[in-house]
């Protein structure tokens, strides 16, 4: 069965940095490009982050620019997602999402998750 | 960015209705566009790619249409899983974004 599965979420304080993870299972993983998408508590879903299956290339959402590093690595077959300078509207849930096949694709299967909550 | 404009935003139906979710985008993106559903703390779950093709498993009374700038999701004949919030998402930059989102509720 193919599943993601994300972890590194918490609490954390304003300014704060966290690095979020997401563990494939199921596929491979180095042949699919990845994304991370968030939904802040009763909101909609808004795109993060997205990089294709060899890792060269990297994207992300103009609001974040700057904040955002999404990496992947192939020895752990893991997904990351580094966040610097928390602020309290990136409370969210972080979910990471697997491709259809390449970067310009729509997302097939989704994780369950994970909570950040920022807050003093 | 491609702006996604869902309609309505909550919907109210019965158990075997036909029921029809509108996507605009702010411009031309082809057929580009996915649907998603998702209920409450739950992950989306993937429904359509490409404007009306759908993923396998998905169940044959949903379907989807349109191109360019006008996009509609249909389910037939409701059955009570179905109802869920709704999502459409453009994919033709690699700022993709989704729409608003659609409530669809008993």
């Known amino acids: 069965e193919v599943q993601l599965l994300e972890s590194g979420g918490g609490l954390v304080q304003p300014g704060g940095s966290l690095r979020l993870s997401c563990a494939p299972s199921?596929?491979?993983?180095?042949?699919?490009?990845m994304s991370w998408v968030r939904q802040a508590p009763g909101k909609g879903l808004e795109w993060v982050s997205t990089i294709s299956a060899s890792g060269y290339s990297t994207y992300y959402a103009d609001s974040l620019k700057g904040r955002l590093t999404i990496s992947r690595d192939k020895s752990k077959s893991t997904l990351y997602l580094q966040i610097n300078s928390l602020r309290v509207e990136d409370t969210a849930v972080y979910f990471c999402?697997?491709?259809?096949?390449?970067?310009?694709?729509?997302?097939?299967?989704w994780g369950q998750g994970t909570m950040v909550t920022v807050s003093s | 960015d491609i702006q996604m404009t869902q309609s309505p935003s909550t919907l109210s139906a019965s158990i075997g209705d036909r029921v029809t979710i509108t996507c605009r985008a702010s411009?031309?993106?082809?057929?580009?566009l996915a649907w998603y559903q998702q209920k409450a703390g739950k992950a989306p779950k993937f429904l359509i790619y490409k404007a009306s093709s759908l993923e396998s498993a998905v169940p044959s009374r949903f379907s989807g249409s349109g191109s360019g700038t006008e996009f509609t999701l249909t389910i037939t004949s409701l059955q009570p899983d179905d109802f869920a919030t709704y999502y459409c998402q453009q994919y033709s930059t690699y700022s993709r974004t989704f729409g608003q989102g659609t409530k669809l509720e008993i």
């Open positions: 199921g596929f491979d993983f180095n042949s699919y490009a």
């Open positions: 999402a697997k491709h259809r096949s390449a970067v310009y694709d729509a997302f097939d299967v």
């Open positions: 411009q031309n993106i082809s057929t580009w």
